[in-house]
């Protein structure tokens, strides 16, 4: 197994030994999938994936869930590092940034010979991230990712004890005010009209963006009117 940045040797459950909390997984496509989010994505966008990773599988072992026969912690790695891909250098815009990186991990998938079932999964868990209200009805990865996404950016609170959240953090900190997800998020929706269909979180995210500056620019306006 590889080790987190602050993790020794595993050597119990999660809640009994909080270092065990940041053991990755190790193997070839845990490898590959950590090593493509590496190379192509920022660092805060590179550790919100890891963390994100860390928290669904803490939210598994605190439901109970690491023996449910549809847990399988080398796609939940995978799908949690990889759910990002679509805001890094290889995704070129011509589709929401979740399908695009949905797209990406399942090339990565399919280059280490995972099962087709197993790699729609995967697809799904990705492409659906962001989709409350749908992403906790399509199974347990999608489930997992997508709520250890939202632990991860604050839009869950509750749902794993507040000393493991706290130990993730401490090993895969997050910076006072970083924007790199939402900036990411605005960049990739910026790039075509395909990247940010209405009703997606792109374009939402566009729409604020493009708000906030005219406002910004017509607040400059009246205050050089007025010198």
């Known amino acids: 197994m590889a080790l987190g940045p602050l993790s020794a040797a595993r050597c119990g459950p999660y809640r009994e030994d909080m270092n065990g909390i940041l053991v990755l997984p190790d193997g070839p496509l845990a490898r590959a999938s950590l090593e493509l989010a590496r190379s192509s994505e920022s660092q805060p966008i590179l550790d919100h994936s890891i963390r994100s990773f860390l928290f669904a599988r803490l939210l598994a072992e605190h439901e109970g869930s690491l023996n449910d026969a549809a847990y399988d912690e080398d796609l939940l790695f995978a799908a949690t590092v990889m759910h990002d891909l679509g805001l890094g250098e290889h995704a070129r815009g011509g589709a ?119 406002v910004s620019r017509k607040i400059t306006r009246n205050s050089q009117s007025k010198e």
Do not use: C, K
């Open 96 to 214: 929401r940034f979740e399908v695009e990186g949905a797209d990406l991990a399942a090339a990565v998938l399919r280059n280490h010979r995972i099962a087709e079932a197993d790699i729609d999964r995967v697809w799904e868990a990705i492409a659906l991230h962001s989709s409350t209200g749908i992403a906790h009805r399509r199974g347990l990865l999608t489930y997992l990712t997508h709520t250890g996404v939202f632990i991860d950016v604050g839009r869950i609170t509750d749902a794993i004890p507040e000393r493991a959240r706290q130990e993730v953090f401490t090993a895969y900190p997050r910076p006072a005010g970083d924007r790199s997800i939402g900036d990411a998020i605005v960049a990739h929706a910026m790039r075509s009209e395909a990247a940010a269909p209405p009703g997606s979180l792109g374009f939402e995210l566009l729409r604020q963006h493009r708000e906030a500056n005219a």
